[in-house]
């Protein structure tokens, strides 16, 4: 089984400031990797995922996550919030198992971080 | 459908009483996932079907909480004699298989229990 740590619950910052939202993990095997995004008062859309391939994975409006195999971390990024990007962040992790083939099996998360933007 | 799609969207129930939770996920996935989410709290897992079998149903907090998938499609979860700490809202998830796989989330149903 594995564990999620989002280590940090809330962080403030202020509009165009750079960001890191860290996310560790707790089993070395393999791995697929998500950022999950909450806005207030809407459910739960997916940010970026690594399954395979390049380590750094870029989501559309700006956000980056790098998957570090020996650290077992997925740190989301930003280089410049904005108000827009107040939300709440959750880190999910999914075992992957040769038995499913590239089926998710079940997802791990973290207990989220909420980013808040002060003008 | 074009997405996750969960029912009743809000449900108040008196305590002690039995509800019922559906979720349709999208057409051909064959993962489907439960969890809850309380106020100021992570995302508690709860079951986890592939196809019509649970291999993780370790999260259900109690023995009045179930979940059935029929057909490999539908599920509902239900929740007998209610109590107050069942106040949350509950979410589904599904997912596909392929090498683009995610969950993807239903809007969820938010059950208050009086």
């Known amino acids: 089984a594995q564990s999620v740590t989002q280590l940090d619950s809330q962080v403030p910052v202020f509009e165009e400031a750079p960001v890191e939202l860290r996310c560790n993990y707790s089993?070395?095997?393999?791995?697929?990797l998500f950022w999950y995004v909450q806005y207030p008062n809407q459910g739960l859309q997916l940010l970026l995922k690594y399954l395979s391939g390049s380590t750094l994975v870029e989501s559309i409006n700006g956000f980056e996550a790098e998957f570090n195999k020996s650290q077992t971390s997925f740190h989301l990024r930003k280089p410049s919030v904005h108000i827009s990007d107040t939300a709440e962040y959750f880190c999910a992790v999914s075992d992957q198992n040769a038995d499913r083939g590239s089926t998710l099996g079940r997802l791990y998360f973290g207990r989220g971080t909420q980013l808040t933007v002060w003008p | 459908g074009a997405g996750v799609s969960q029912s009743p969207s809000n449900k108040v129930t008196e305590k002690g009483k039995d509800v019922e939770l559906r979720c349709d996920p999208i057409s051909g996935h064959t993962a489907l996932y439960w969890y809850r989410q309380s106020l100021g709290q992570g995302l508690e897992f709860l079951i986890y079907?592939?196809?019509?079998?649970?291999?993780?149903k370790s999260g259900l907090p109690s023995d009045r909480f179930s979940a059935e998938r029929t057909g490999g499609s539908v599920s509902t979860l239900t929740i007998q004699r209610t109590q107050q700490e069942d106040s949350a809202v509950y979410l589904c998830?599904?997912?596909?298989?392929?090498?683009?796989?995610?969950?993807?989330f239903g809007q969820g149903t938010r059950l208050t229990v009086v």
């Open positions: 998830a599904s997912s596909s298989t392929g090498m683009n796989t995610e969950a993807f």
């Open positions: 079907f592939q196809g019509n079998s649970a291999p993780d």
């Open positions: 089993s070395s095997v393999s791995v697929y």
